[in-house]
């Protein structure tokens, strides 16, 4: 026979167990809808799969940061500067820093001169220089054979070619550098992994000094 003390401690110990695992639901509930919450502000379908959904936001988090993945695109841009596939690498680059504010504007002029035919590119590691053209217009496939210049480092080349005023570099409006032999404008970047150096005409004469 079960006593009244007995049976008074089974139900307290009862209720007790209901209670934590009413608090552990609860809890899991809670946990449960903060992350629906959370993968719904990132746009997640949350009737997916777990693994699928943490996948999902992995690679929205990825894109959002800049991120680059394995499908990524990771050709080679070649360093032939007479060649049409540097001539496409040059566009996307003038192209992409159009969108940019800082050189929006010169990026602008080069590609207009780019359309024009005005547009120079040197290198002179490898002692070439070329007028830029665009391979994707079937207009503009140039026949100009390479030109050959001096062969020497950057730090030579641009301290003969960069204009310089009261020791600082002269530049223009656009935040184009001069090219101290020919008066124009002048760029100094990269395109891909490679240096090089445009020269393109002047738009306007105002300069300013950096």
Do not use: C
Not at 32 to 41: A, E, F, I, M
Not at 104 to 110: F, H, I, P, V
Not at 153 to 168: T, Y
């Amino acid at each position: 026979m079960v006593s009244s003390i007995d049976l008074s401690t089974r139900l307290t110990a009862t209720k007790l167990a209901l209670k934590a695992i009413k608090e552990q639901e609860d809890a899991t509930e809670s946990a449960s809808n903060q992350r629906t919450q959370l993968l719904s502000s990132y746009g997640i379908d949350t009737s997916a799969s777990t693994t699928t959904t943490l996948n999902n936001l992995l690679t929205r988090l990825s894109e959002q940061s800049g991120e680059t993945t394995e499908a990524d695109d990771s050709t080679p841009v070649s360093t032939d500067i007479t060649s049409a596939d540097f001539m496409t690498s040059l566009k996307k680059k003038l192209q992409a820093l159009a969108e940019e504010t800082a050189t929006a504007e010169q990026a602008k002029e080069m590609l207009a001169a780019l359309e024009k035919g005005t547009l120079t590119v040197s290198d002179p590691l490898n002692g070439v220089q070329m007028t830029a053209w665009d391979p994707s217009d079937e207009n503009d496939v140039t026949t100009q054979a390479r030109t050959q210049i001096d062969s020497m480092g950057w730090s030579e080349f641009l301290k003969q070619r960069l204009e310089r005023e009261g020791g600082s570099y002269v530049r223009s409006s656009t935040g184009a550098y001069t090219d101290a032999t020919s008066g124009s404008n002048a760029f100094f970047g990269s395109v891909g992994d490679h240096y090089y150096y445009l020269t393109w005409p002047k738009a306007d004469a105002n300069t300013v000094t950096v």
